[in-house]
């Protein structure tokens, strides 16, 4: 059995939507370029059909991947989530007290991380810094410039 992935229902949607269309457009997409250029004849000099190949075989890697973290997909019961401490799921909101400017972030499973939307993993330095924390609680947290200072200032679902 392979690794437990945690995911919330629109993140597992989105990944079976994904394998969809791997197995469904691309992959037959692909086996039809083979086809193509197996018809042009000698197949140890034909640069097309290698390039197929070797297309087909970087496909069926990435779908033997997405089925594999289908297999091992649990999905987080947001039912069960509360805002007394920060855990998965929850939006915080965060000052900077060096620079006295606030963040929120949404902690989210590694797959579903998206800075641009505030989304950042759970993995993440300054998500593994709050985990577990309170509204009102200072912490430092070990980033790769350095140590932040942040001061929990809500938590919300």
């Known amino acids: 059995m392979g690794k437990v992935t945690y995911m919330t229902d629109e993140g597992l949607k989105k990944l079976k939507e994904e394998l969809n269309h791997l197995m469904g457009v691309e992959r037959p997409k692909i086996s039809q370029q083979i086809a193509e250029a197996r018809d042009k004849g000698d197949l140890s000099e034909n ?32 039912s069960k989530i509360d805002t007394d401490s920060i855990q998965m799921l929850n939006t915080v909101k965060i000052k900077n007290l060096k620079f006295n400017k606030e963040f929120v972030y949404t ?21 593994q810094g709050l985990i577990g924390k309170k509204v009102g609680d200072v912490v430092k947290i070990k980033v790769p410039s350095g140590e932040m200072e942040f001061e929990i200032l809500d938590i919300s679902l």
């Open 107 to 127: 902690i989210v499973p590694e797959n579903e991380a998206d800075i641009s939307k505030g989304r950042i993993a759970v993995g993440a330095p300054i998500a």
């Open 47 to 78: 640069a097309e059909y290698d390039a197929a190949k070797e297309a087909q075989g970087l496909l069926e890697m990435k779908i033997a991947k997405l089925q594999e973290l289908l297999r091992n997909a649990r999905i987080i019961d947001e």
